[in-house]
């Protein structure tokens, strides 16, 4: 009997304490859900990534990634258009490409613009800055010579992620002087970095034209009136960033008419052998026939 009424009590208290161990726990539990934060909205982006005049605007985070592209489409997906996390950049980029295109990140931003600086990659746009310099001047408004592409001083990328784009080491830019700026002469065409200066490019006077090789040997003379062996131009260094039209002006690549010429009245007797390029008051009147590696005689 005794030990029955033991068994009970000891029943009676292990259900006390276990009453009174789950009303703490209750009560503890009730307290932390009444203290819990929030969970704040998930971001991988800093306040300001839209605003331009924010350090933390998208386009810093590219350039601080050397422009690699690839960290976007990791969550807006390969096409930009949303992603994982359903946020699109071609609202805003809506030239062909996208972000991809050329214009995002050099040249006229707005939807057809041209892919060269101005604006380069600092967002400059005054010619005195190396990324700018001469580019409108060589390809937009360029009227003594034919058309200029980007290849004639670039290797021209084949797509955005093309290794020869963009350097591991960022800008500047490769200058690799395709056909129109190469020499005739022999020696490389240079680009100084230091300087921003072009040598030796064909397109500022480094050519020569060879008697022996003329079906007009009668205009090789010096300027005695012997006959010379070479007509050639005088190789000027030339500043990128300096656009004031004193480096273009005729007679700045080559003598009027060039060292090695027979002697002529400028302008008015150029046009009598070379009548396709150029007429009596010394325009160029078809740049398709100037400094395009071709010496033009009588229209040819």
Known sequence: MIKMEIKVMKQKFIYLILIIFTGIVLTGCSDLKNNITPAPDLTIHKPGIL?????????NLVKENNWNMKLCQQCHGGDFSGGTVNKSCLNCH???????ACNTCHGDPSPGGHIF???DLAGDTLTTAPGVGAHIAHLLTNNLSGEIRCSNCHKFPQSFFDPAHISPDGPPAQITFGR???TNRGVNSIFNYNDYTCSNTYCHGNFVATRDTSHNQFEYEDSTGAPSDSMYGNNVTVTWNRVDGTQAKCGSCHDLPPKGHRYQTWPSSCTICHSGVIDAQGNIIDSTKHINGIVDVFGN
């Not at 605003?51 to 386009?59: A, I, L, T």
């Not at 809506?94 to 991809?100: A, F, V, Y």
């Open 51 to 59: 605003n331009p005049q924010s350090p933390n605007y998208h386009v």
């Open 180 to 182: 129109i700026a190469v």
């Open 94 to 100: 809506t030239q062909d490409g996208g972000p991809l």
């Open 117 to 119: 600086p101005p604006r």
